[in-house]
């Protein structure tokens, strides 16, 4: 494998070349100058023959005004070896280490330790380095920053990535050995109050539309939106950023009446990985339109700002529940499989929300002394005050379940908030950070919760045996049937046949390979039962297992080939590459180096 040796916290100038073999054979070489004309093998490396100048890097820094940054870990603090070692300061981030805000304002850290190959934790007694973390990042303002970025990554051969927040269930958002693009500080929301006009079309979107730099996050939106009394189809977490956001698809509790969060698109600006600044819409450059919503961020460029769609902030009715049983009792999950039956019931009903299964959890009403099984959740209903207009499409369900298993105990607790963005300043995704963590998810159809309720049971149990599994409400009517501009989205096909987004996580010890490697494994195992009951889905690309088999067709179905065909177009270089991303099969990782294969 290429096998490099260790990063570098200052770069070297120049080295001796290397030649990395495997099993007695050359696999890749650091840099190309020896081979004129031809691509490189390996993308360049800290103390490589294609590594840039300390002068080159200098250079660089001077175009884009004293921004490039050669951060050290959040974490050096607390280890006296580093520079940034600093007795005061380490409580502070080992305190705060379980924050968002600590992960989302530092330029190299990403939410979950494992990404950054937890190779620089708070903690003094482990190793640290900036072994897993890129070497110097671009902190971007504007477009022409991230231009600067683009072309220096394409020109000097160093592997490029992007990052805001670090919120990244599947890694892309950090990487060894690289040039990070932080588009955090890319900020700002402007107003379009009666209508927009697509740059170079002959046509007046109407209604009521923001343009917001990509930095800009999901709170911020929120709350910028709500002092116009409006609000965007968006996520749930804080932290999320509308670039990452996007790209992916963007699911929401508001979805299943508007759509996606890429269907709301009227206007992108971006950076292509030939280094142009472009405005995407339904007029030009309608294939990076097209491709930007839906086909998954760090791949065709960088989104510098986008222009989507508002909505009159609704009044929500909010309702809290529980439904739960020991979990010796045979019948859980046969209620649990009844329930989550009703959802395309309750979703045409204009319910939404966010139900999670726990299985065999230490059940709170004992102290812990036994375990329980069952539900909890919120939901809400849109513009409407009256209680019994949520409670009387969940009353009959918890009725039918007590009569038919008996043994659970049930909870109910509703509120009413005049606006979404109440609503959401009291239910926010907390996103708990700072450990490592795995993914894997699925989308379900109607089919794949009523049609067979044996095998629904049997792989709901299967897919949360790791003690709890989400079952988002989050599709509906409003996906299946949106109207993008352009006529359609790179979004996952999937999606306008799901009511469910279904996730699984494992979390595990650091610094245990051994570990690693069976979450991975517990994960596959657990999404494989999902997979089996509904075979003809797929799975959401932004809240996923970066170890996804066949990954390509689970997260984009029949949209895979076109978008590998612009991707091939637009990125004939490979400039941008992540996993598991759109047209990365030409390079694969070994030790912490990019290669072709």
């Not at 001077?62 to 520079?83: D, F, I, N, W």
């Not at 970025?149 to 892309?172: C, E, P, W, Y």
């Not at 794949?448 to 629904?456: F, G, K, P, R, Y």
């Not at 049937?481 to 996730?503: D, E, I, L, M, Y």
Request: glycine letters at 10%; hydrophobic letters at 40%; a neutral charge.
């Amino acid at each position: 494998m290429c096998r490099l040796g260790g990063r570098f916290l200052v770069p070297l100038q120049r080295s001796s070349k290397r030649l990395v073999v495997k099993n007695g054979k050359p696999l890749c070489t650091p840099s190309s100058p020896s081979f004129p004309g031809l691509s490189p093998t390996c993308k360049s490396v800290p103390g490589g023959d294609g590594w840039p100048s300390l002068e080159t890097w200098a250079a660089l820094n001077q175009s884009v005004g004293g921004r490039l940054l050669q951060p050290t870990p959040p974490g050096a603090v607390c280890h006296p070896g580093q520079t940034s070692y600093s007795p005061t300061q380490c409580p502070l981030v080992q305190s705060s280490w379980f924050t968002e805000s600590l992960h989302s304002d530092d330029p190299v850290s990403a939410q979950w330790n494992n990404w950054n190959n937890d190779t620089c934790l708070p903690d003094p007694r482990a190793p640290c380095s900036a072994a897993g973390y890129p070497v110097y990042v671009i902190n971007a303002t504007m477009a022409e920053h991230v231009k600067a970025g683009v072309d220096f990554a394409r020109a000097q051969n160093i592997r490029l990535i992007v990052k805001n927040s670090g919120h990244d269930f599947i890694g892309r958002s950090s990487a060894p050995n690289s040039l990070s693009i932080w588009v955090h500080h890319m900020k700002g929301i402007k107003e379009h109050k009666k209508g927009f006009q697509p740059q170079n079309c002959n046509v007046t979107i109407e209604g009521h539309a923001i343009t917001a730099a990509a930095g800009t996050q999901m709170q911020e939106t929120y709350r910028a939106t709500a002092l116009l009394n409006r609000t965007v189809i968006g996520g749930n977490g804080r932290t999320v950023a509308l670039g990452g956001f996007i790209t992916g698809g963007g699911h929401s509790i508001l979805a299943p009446h508007y759509g996606m969060a890429a269907d709301q698109v009227l206007e992108m600006e971006l950076v292509t990985p030939t280094g142009e600044i472009l405005t995407a819409n339904e007029c030009q450059n309608m294939d990076l339109f097209w491709a930007f919503r839906g086909g998954g961020g760090s791949t065709f460029g960088v989104l510098t700002s986008i222009t989507l769609k508002t909505i009159p902030s609704p009044s929500v009715m909010s309702l809290t529940f529980q439904f739960a049983t020991s979990s010796s009792n045979p019948h859980a999950f046969d209620a649990i499989a009844y329930f989550t039956s009703q959802f395309p019931s309750l979703a045409d009903a204009g319910v939404t929300g966010y139900p999670i299964i726990f299985n065999g959890v230490a059940n709170a009403s004992d102290g812990g002394q036994t375990l329980a099984s069952g539900v909890i959740g919120k939901v809400i209903m849109l513009d409407t005050q009256n209680v019994t207009d949520i409670l009387a499409e969940f009353e009959p369900l918890f009725a039918h379940i007590n009569a038919t298993w008996p043994g659970f105990v049930f909870f109910t607790s509703t509120t009413f908030y005049p606006s979404f963005g109440a609503w959401y300043e009291e239910n926010y995704d907390p996103s708990p950070v700072g450990y490592g963590s795995v993914m894997g998810s699925r989308l379900l159809d109607t089919p794949a919760l009523v049609a067979n309720a044996t095998a629904t049971k049997l792989a709901l149990e299967r897919f949360s045996a790791g003690g709890q599994a989400t079952v988002y409400i989050v599709s509906g009517k409003g996906v299946w049937n949106a109207q993008p501009r352009g006529g359609s989205t790179a979004v996952n096909p999937a999606w306008r046949r799901a009511v469910v987004h279904a996730t699984a996580s494992v979390s595990f010890a650091p610094l245990n390979q051994t570990a690693r490697v069976l979450a991975i494994a517990q994960t596959n195992s657990q999404t494989a039962a999902l997979r089996e009951l509904t075979p003809r889905m797929g799975a959401y690309v932004n809240e996923a297992s970066r170890y996804e088999p066949d990954w390509q067709h689970a997260f984009w179905g029949e949209n895979y080939s076109r978008l590998l065909k612009i991707k091939r177009t637009v990125d004939p270089d490979d400039v941008f590459w992540c996993m598991p991303c759109v047209g990365n099969e030409r390079w694969q990782e070994a030790d912490d180096v990019l290669c072709r294969v």
